[in-house]
C-alpha cells in the first residue's frame, strides 16, 4: 500500500495508506511518465492521455507531448499545409 503523510488542522499529521496505484506503461512496455496532449473533443479530459515514455514520446511544443500514433498524425496534419519538408 502506497501511503503518504497528511497535515491535519491543528498541526497535527497523520499517516493514510491506499492501494497503490499501477505504473503505466508506453506501448514499448517502459514505464510512461507523461500522457499523450493530442485533442480528442469525445473524451472528458480533451486529451488522448495514452501513457507514453520519455524516449517514445514527441513534443511538438514545450509542455505537449505526444503518442506514436498521434505523432505521425502531427506530421501528416503538417504535411497537408506544407508547414514540413
Known amino acids: 500500500m502506497a501511503c503518504q503523510r ?5 498541526g497535527a499529521a497523520a499517516i493514510v495508506c491506499g492501494p497503490r496505484q499501477p505504473v503505466r506503461r508506453c ?5 510512461a511518465p507523461l500522457l499523450c496532449d493530442w485533442k480528442v473533443p469525445g ?10 515514455c520519455e524516449s517514445c514520446a514527441t513534443s511538438p511544443a514545450p509542455d505537449k507531448d505526444l503518442c506514436v500514433e ?13 508547414l514540413q519538408a
Not at 43 to 52: A, E, F, I, K, Y
Not at 70 to 82: E, F, K, P, T, V
Open 27 to 31: 506501448s514499448c512496455g517502459a514505464p
Open 43 to 52: 473524451r472528458n479530459s480533451g486529451t488522448c492521455d495514452r501513457p507514453v
Open 70 to 82: 498521434h505523432a505521425a498524425a502531427w506530421i501528416r496534419w503538417q504535411q497537408a499545409r506544407g
Open 6 to 10: 497528511v497535515q491535519l488542522p491543528g
